[in-house]
Structures are given as structure tokens and as C-alpha cells.
């Protein structure tokens, strides 16, 4: 079977009622519904909640533990791997984690606090997003539960917003930068009801 077909099996039917879809070996299987908090917002399900696997084959007891997720770090391509390095480092206040291989570097990853970001250099342009449409402007969302002494920090080591610190239309408190590549990094939280 080539890298493109699609085996008859795995091919999804229409949906069934509740948004379900059989798969032709009838197998059900639906997706997760959020759980939303009194305003509707969506919330994030607790470590001892447990998901069913909905199927016309099982047992509705057969349960299965949602394993928990620590973040989501984005890989960014870039011009020079040492200058994108040094700008998280001495700007932001990342630790450099790995810059490898030694011979020749051209992969590296920087950490600060919860916060991963990897780099490689593939001999391509750096294309952010706002590059390829500008509605979509970030390459990032980075958290930070203090905004406000993030941005003072960042501006105490010379940091250029590309958007000022402020509560923006989405319900979000926040700033922008560009790094030394052009990715857009948003930096901020959902704000207080």
C-alpha cells in the first residue's frame, strides 16, 4: 500500500447521530465534549477524570484514565541558529537547554520556566505566520500569569514590543514581540472576569 492510500477499513462513514463516526469495522468513536465553567467557557478536564471509548463492541464500564500533558512547544526554522540562541537568552531570559550537534550545530532548544522552544536551521527562510496571512499574526502563545512585570522585565533588557502591553478584544492581557527571525510571540493570559 502506498504512503497515500487510505485503507478501506480506516475510512470514516458519515457521522452518526451525536456526532459520533463509524468506522467501517464498526467501531464507534466520538470526540471528547468540553466541559464548560459557569460563564461557558471551556475548562481543561482534572487528572482524575476518565473518558469512554464509545463503542457498539464494548462494555459501557470499560473506562480509560486521561493521561495529563505538560505544554506544547513550537519549532521554529531559523536564519542562525547562535543568533536565535542568544536573542531567547539575553532578551527574554531562556536557558539555552541543547545546541547540537557539536561539530555543527544546527538544532538547539531553550527552556525558562515552563516554556519550550525549539530551533533548527534546514537552509530555508524563517516564514512566520503573518508572512503567509497576516490575520494569522502569531507563532506563539506563550502564558504568563503576571504580564505586567513580564513586559517591565523584557523592556529593563531592551525587548521591542511589536504590540504594547494592554486587554485586547480577544479577553486577553497581554503584549507582543517579534524575535530575531520574525516569529511573532504573544505573551500574556486570559483576563480576570
Known amino acids: 500500500m502506498s504512503r497515500t492510500t487510505v485503507s478501506p477499513a480506516c475510512r470514516l ?69 547562535d543568533t536565535a540562541l542568544a536573542f531567547y537568552r539575553d532578551k527574554l531570559g531562556f536557558d539555552v537547554t541543547f545546541r547540537g550537534p557539536a561539530d555543527d550545530p544546527f538544532f538547539g532548544i531553550v527552556e525558562r520556566d515552563r516554556a519550550m522552544i525549539m530551533f533548527k536551521v534546514v537552509g530555508v527562510p524563517a516564514l512566520p505566520n503573518c508572512e503567509r496571512e497576516p490575520g494569522a499574526r502569531w507563532d506563539a502563545y506563550v502564558y504568563a500569569p503576571d504580564p505586567d512585570a513580564l513586559a517591565a522585565e523584557f523592556a529593563s533588557r531592551g525587548v521591542a514590543f511589536s504590540a504594547p502591553l494592554k486587554d485586547d478584544d480577544d479577553g486577553l492581557r497581554g503584549f507582543e514581540l517579534k524575535d530575531v527571525d520574525g516569529y511573532v510571540l504573544f505573551f500574556g493570559r486570559t483576563r480576570a472576569s
Open 13 to 81: 462513514n458519515a457521522p452518526e447521530a451525536g456526532g459520533a463516526r463509524r468506522l467501517r469495522n464498526d467501531v464507534f468513536f466520538s470526540a471528547p465534549q468540553l466541559k464548560r465553567d459557569s460563564l461557558g467557557r471551556s475548562r481543561s478536564w482534572s487528572r482524575n477524570e476518565t473518558l469512554t471509548k464509545h463503542s457498539a463492541l464494548e462494555r459501557p464500564s470499560a473506562r480509560m484514565t486521561r493521561s495529563v500533558l505538560g505544554g506544547i512547544s513550537p519549532f521554529f526554522i531559523v536564519a542562525e541558529l
